[in-house]
């Protein structure tokens, strides 16, 4: 059971997530629909801010990486050659008294310390000899089934055609594999080269939860970098690593809060060499996956070779030898990553007294990097003078205008969102050109003259 202390820091992320606008349940005025949430105004701001820090990072800031944005409704067949149609699925069992469903490994693995994933015989005689259903304590079970984690749709009717099932993408990685050769005939990139993708990726989990953990509807950020067979993959593997490591400080982890596991070699699939994911340290349970990264082979491009009948090989400039590159697979979600920066964040602090809520993001992902203050509401040449500081700001940072209430309760506010600098034009300001600008973190308070904030600013981000 995770401790008191950690589950309360859940639940403040959480009810602040919605107070200050990052994260709604969403459909709630229709009482909700689980496990769907909506980015609000604050939200929103993050998750672009960790969009474009890793993919500066990733692929703007390398010259061995380019980018695209593929469907997410591929042709059907691409999810048979990579195995999703037939493989792509989690052991379900249903309590037939309560008529409670669960993933049946996750409950035979809390119950025995046994990992049976993918025997669903034994899983169902270990589940009638020893496992109470954990709603209503009857033992009851219906069979263990597997159950395809996607989801499926119709393409439209075409006359004298008929409906055709498609799906919708389970992770971007798919159309990565498709467009191989569309890349290499259209950029100059060469082995070693990856190429990223940032989208939508859905699941019909069964047992989702945990806020943004688990979704049902979420966004992958994918990366395929291909190698030659002949390469020293375990240096580039152990460099793909560090990187996400140093991606997830970026969000404001810190180290001990992070950690390796490596997949036990007799659980990877038969075509991986390693997998590795990188977990973090989160309030329910503990260590779980944050990122992953794995060494796939040639299987995703000989398999879409195979079913389209398309080769997908590489020819060495070099040597003029035609191969099918190995592919290592660094994968990133971008809610867990959202999740994590706010849990990172998030501080509480006694001032004079009180509490302040204080989320200290990096000050690269901070949702609103300057907020602008008249000192008071109905003194015209303040707000007039306080408009033309925001305009002119505006143009550089991203700014949010506030004249409401008490300034410490606009302190207050800006902290719970985490912004990084709010300017206060007073009456000083009026006489000599001159604002304060308080630290989000120190609250200390430094004069600036009007002519050097934008500069003044620019260094500290
Ligand atoms: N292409 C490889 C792949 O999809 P994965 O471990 O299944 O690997 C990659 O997913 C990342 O996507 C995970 O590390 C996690 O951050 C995120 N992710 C996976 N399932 C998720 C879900 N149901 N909700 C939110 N994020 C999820």
Not at 198 to 224: H, P, S, T
Not at 240 to 255: D, N, P, S
Not at 308 to 318: C, I, M
């Amino acid at each position: 059971m995770p401790e008191k202390k950690e589950q309360d820091l859940m639940q403040k992320i959480v009810s602040l997530s919605k107070r200050r606008g990052f994260v709604f349940p969403a459909s709630e005025i229709y009482g909700g629909f689980a496990n769907s949430y909506t980015y609000g105004p604050y939200g929103v701001l993050l998750k672009n801010n960790i969009k474009n820090l890793w993919w500066k990072k990733f692929v703007l800031q390398r010259e061995d990486i380019v980018g695209i944005d593929g469907p997410i409704i591929l042709h059907p067949k691409a999810w048979k050659a990579s195995g999703h149609l037939d493989g792509f699925s989690d052991a379900l069992v249903d309590c037939k008294n309560c008529k409670s469903r669960f993933r049946a490994d996750h409950l035979v693995e809390d119950a025995t310390g046994k990992d049976l994933e993918g025997k669903l015989d034994e899983l169902k005689k270990v589940l009638d000899e020893e496992i109470d259903c954990p709603n209503c304590s009857k033992r009851d079970w219906t069979d263990v089934r597997n159950f395809n984690l996607m989801f499926s749709t119709k393409t439209s009717v075409v006359e004298g055609k008929e409906q055709e099932i498609a799906y919708l993408r389970p992770e971007t990685a798919g159309a990565i594999f498709l467009e191989f050769k569309n890349v290499l005939d259209s950029t100059r990139v060469k082995v070693p080269f990856g190429i990223a993708q940032i989208g939508k990726a859905f699941r019909n989990e069964i047992v989702a939860g945990n806020f943004i953990f688990r979704l049902r509807e979420f966004e992958q950020m994918e990366i395929e970098y291909f190698i030659s067979p002949d390469d020293d993959w375990e240096s580039i593997f152990e460099e793909w690593l560090l990187l996400q490591e140093e991606f997830a400080f970026e969000l404001g982890v810190k180290k001990e809060n992070i950690r390796r596991y490596e997949h036990p070699k007799e659980k990877l699939s038969h075509y991986s060499k390693k997998t590795v994911d990188i977990e973090f340290n989160y309030p329910f349970g503990g260590f779980k996956e944050l990122f992953g990264m794995a060494h796939r082979g040639d299987f995703d491009l000989s398999a879409h070779s195979k079913f389209s009948g398309e080769k997908l090989e590489y020819q060495d400039p070099k040597t003029g030898k035609k191969y099918i590159p190995h592919v290592l697979e660094p994968t990133f979600g971008l809610d867990r990553s959202i999740l994590v920066a706010l849990l990172c964040a998030y501080q509480e602090e006694e001032v004079n007294g009180e509490i302040r809520t204080v989320m200290k993001f990096p000050k690269r992902i901070a949702p609103i990097q300057v907020a602008v203050f008249p000192l008071l509401k109905n003194k015209p040449e303040l707000v007039k003078k306080a408009r033309d500081v925001f305009n002119f700001l505006k143009k550089d940072f991203v700014c949010e205008f506030d004249d409401n209430g008490n300034i410490g309760k606009r302190y207050r506010r800006q902290d719970e969102i985490g912004t990084p600098y709010c300017v206060t034009i007073d009456f000083d300001a009026l006489d000599n050109n001159s604002v304060t600008v308080r630290d989000r973190d120190t609250m200390e308070q430094t004069r600036v003259n009007l002519d050097e904030l934008a500069d003044y600013l620019k260094e500290r981000f």
